[in-house]
């Protein structure tokens, strides 16, 4: 059924595509029972499948990725369709128009996407106005970013004011310097700048009533080298975890035509081409830093065993996003199933 239903999404471009979705979803699940039925199609509620990880309940350990409900506008539809968890965002400060289209492309041959979306959103205060009237009890995060015209020098502030603008409304936090698409972004992962900006965050965390729990998304593009500061810096300045990973800049691998590629020109990839590394990157810091601080995986999952796989390598929870676009809201169901038969 929705191998139908995305080869006729697949004739519009992928951002009208989404937007089309979403339309969609939103209108059948206000016809009367198409809430129930979606429930059973979709979500299943058993509690071995439920985990605590950073002293939250989540119900099911299958979360959707930030990215594809940029601006919470989306995350009460979501929850019918099985996950455990939805991060919205990456918001930034003030609302931004992004790169120009086109900027996000369908590798099907490697069941991949590239994007350049680079943090096209409406701005947090938007966001917080959609959450102030959130009844979903399904976990929510926040992915947060600066602004693109925001200098590395004062990308803390960015971050400081979507921390408090987000935290009465989010149960935890994602901290994103690692997407390929805001220019000079990627240098915040280096040790000193981003140890300053966490220690920070921390701090104004710490002086919540009760604080949340910050995570940080790192590339897959890291070498083993900057993975072992990701370890320091992490047990350092005591952050919840780490999301691992984030798309690549990496062309390796791809099965579609060299000069194809080069046309579509830069962006992140995701999707299969990335699990391998993706993996590894888990695996990695599972080992080195033994298991002292939760991971979140993601990168590639379109199957199973490609869950699986991300959970034996040293994964607590894990997150869809292109490998929902290419096998719909089954694969939710059949990965909470798939951990179950174990």
Sequence with gaps: ???FFRSLLFFFSPEKAHHLTASLLRVALQIPGMK?????????????????????????????????DKDAKMFEDLTYCGFG???????????????????LFRLKEDNAIINRMGFNN????????RLKKRKTKTIIGGNIGKN?????????????FNFNALFDYVDYFVVNVSSPNTPGLRDLQEKEPLKHL????????????????ILLKIAPDLTNTQLDDIIEIVNETKIAGVIATNTTISRNGLV???????????GGL??????????????????????????IGVGGIHSEQDALEKLDAGADLIQLYTGFIYEGPALVKRINKAILAR
Excluded at 43 to 52: A, M, P, Y
Excluded at 122 to 129: Q, S
Excluded at 148 to 160: G, H, M, Q, R, S
Aim: proline share 7%; glycine share 6%; with cysteine.
């Design 122 to 129: 409406e701005g947090v205060d938007a966001a917080v106005e």
């Design 1 to 3: 059924m929705y191998t």
């Design 256 to 266: 579609l035509e060299k000069d194809k590629i080069e046309a579509i020109g830069a």
């Design 36 to 68: 129930a039925i979606w429930k059973s199609l979709f979500c299943i509620t058993d509690k071995r499948l439920e985990k605590t990880v950073f002293g939250i309940k989540f119900s099911n350990p299958v979360g959707l990725a930030a990215g594809f």
């Design 148 to 160: 693109k015209v925001t200098e590395n020098e004062d990308a803390l502030n960015d971050y400081i």
């Design 85 to 103: 968890f939805i991060e919205i965002g990456t918001l930034t400060p003030k609302g931004q128009p992004g790169n120009p289209q086109p900027r």
């Design 270 to 295: 995701s999707g299969k081409p990335v699990r391998q590394r993706s993996t590894e990157v888990i695996r990695y810091l599972a080992t080195k830093s033994n298991k002292s601080f939760p991971i």
């Design 198 to 213: 966490l220690f920070s965050l921390m701090q104004v965390n710490n002086l919540k009533i009760n604080p949340k729990p």
